[in-house]
């Protein structure tokens, strides 16, 4: 069974910054593209990034403006994503995902992480 562990949300002041952490079950972590999504109260899952097996491949929704950066460690079966100049817009709680086994760095996510809170103060 795949389980994904989001770790490093918390409270930051605008403009701060944020590292989260996903960390897979398995030994299979490489053969798997991984997303960042969010899901802010009253809203609709948000696609924020995505990164293929190997890590040579990632794409950014528009939304993110070049302010989050995903990367990973297959070694470590870990996906990161950097977050920096936090907007009170960005509070949320961030999801890590894994792609189905015939899916790439584009979808379709079929696992799920249970989450971390970001929470950023004006």
């Known amino acids: 069974q795949v389980q994904l562990v989001e770790s490093g949300g918390g409270l930051v002041q605008a403009g701060g910054s944020l590292r989260l952490s996903c960390t897979a079950s398995?030994?299979?972590?490489?053969?798997?593209?991984m997303g960042w999504f969010r899901q802010a109260p009253g809203k609709e899952r948000e696609f924020l990034a995505s990164?293929?097996?190997?890590?040579?491949?990632?794409y950014y929704s528009d939304s993110v403006k070049g302010r989050f950066t995903i990367s990973r460690d297959n070694a470590k079966n870990t996906v990161y994503l950097q977050l920096n100049s936090l907007k009170p817009e960005d509070a949320a709680v961030y999801y890590c995902a894994r792609t189905a086994p015939y899916g790439n760095y584009l979808g379709p996510y079929t696992y799920w992480g249970q989450g971390t809170q970001v929470t950023v103060s004006s």
């Open positions: 398995g030994r299979t972590f490489s053969n798997y593209a």
């Open positions: 990164i293929s097996q190997s890590g040579g491949s990632t």
